[in-house]
């Protein structure tokens, strides 16, 4: 009788052990996962930078450069999730004159 409860103490502890592990694991699997939650609003993809370019307005239209930048940075266009935004911008020239008189 002795060994036979003995036997199943340690069985019964041996589940329980189990048990615990396996509760103890799905805590982790959880806790990682709301961890990546968390950090899911603070990433973002490269973003589309515009600035005038060093020419003038021609013809009803200004040069842009346009640069897919993370960071400050430049990446590769691939990294800009968004539509690249167009070249050009709409301009109108203006001469002005000043008379010296």
């Not at 430049?74 to 004159?97: G, I, K, L, Q």
């Amino acid at each position: 009788g002795g060994e036979r409860g003995a036997a199943k103490l340690a069985a019964a502890n041996d589940d329980v052990s189990t048990e615990r592990a396996a509760k103890r694991c799905a805590m982790m699997r959880r806790a990682s996962h709301l961890a990546l939650l968390l950090l899911a609003p603070y990433t973002h993809a490269a973003d589309w930078l515009t600035r005038w370019d060093d020419g003038e307005c021609v013809s009803g239209a200004r040069g842009l450069d346009v640069l897919c930048v993370d960071d400050d940075l430049r990446v590769d266009e691939s990294n800009c999730a968004a539509t690249r935004p167009a070249p050009t911008v709409a301009c109108t020239a203006t001469t002005v004159y000043i008379d010296a008189a």
